[in-house]
Nanobody
Framework: QVQLVESGGGLVQAGDSLRLSCAASGRTFSVYAMGWFRQPPGKGREFVAG????????YYAASVKGRFTIFRGNATNTVHLQMNSLKLEDTAVYYC????????????????WGQGTQVTVSS
C-alpha cells in the first residue's frame, strides 16, 4: 500500500482556480492508478477524476469535465488536480486515492486513501 497526503485546499471565490496535490510514499507508486474524490457537506463521497498508472489516460465526472485536469508525476510520486472555473457546488473535502489497477474510475477498487483537504468556494 501507499500512504497519501493531500494539500492545496483553501477558500477561493467562484471562478477562481486551485491546484490540489497528493504526495505518495513508497517505491511502487507507478503501479497504482490514482483518483480524486470529494464529499460535499451533508452528502456522500463522489468520484471526481482518475488517471491511469502510466498517466496516459484520464477519466472525469461529468460535473467537472472541461474544468478540472488530473495529472501525475511518477518521478515525484505525486498526483495533482487542477481546478479551474470553480463553482459553489465544488465546495467539498477532496480525497486522493490509489487503486492497484491500470486505470482509476468510479467503480475501481481503491486500496489507499488520504485524509482529505477542504476546498470552499464562496460567491
Amino acid at each position: 500500500q501507499v500512504q497519501l497526503v493531500e494539500s492545496g485546499g483553501g477558500l477561493v471565490q467562484a471562478g477562481d482556480s486551485l491546484r490540489l496535490s497528493c504526495a505518495a510514499s513508497g517505491r511502487t507508486f507507478s503501479v497504482y492508478a490514482m483518483g480524486w474524490f470529494r464529499q460535499p457537506p451533508g452528502k456522500g463521497r463522489e468520484f471526481v477524476a482518475g488517471v491511469s498508472s502510466a498517466g496516459g489516460n484520464t477519466y472525469y465526472a461529468a460535473s467537472v469535465k472541461g474544468r478540472f485536469t488530473i495529472f501525475r508525476g511518477n518521478a515525484t510520486n505525486t498526483v495533482h488536480l487542477q481546478m479551474n472555473s470553480l463553482k459553489l457546488e465544488d465546495t467539498a473535502v477532496y480525497y486522493c486515492a490509489a487503486a492497484r489497477s491500470p486505470m482509476a474510475g468510479p467503480l475501481s477498487t481503491y486500496n489507499s486513501w488520504g485524509q482529505g483537504t477542504q476546498v470552499t468556494v464562496s460567491s
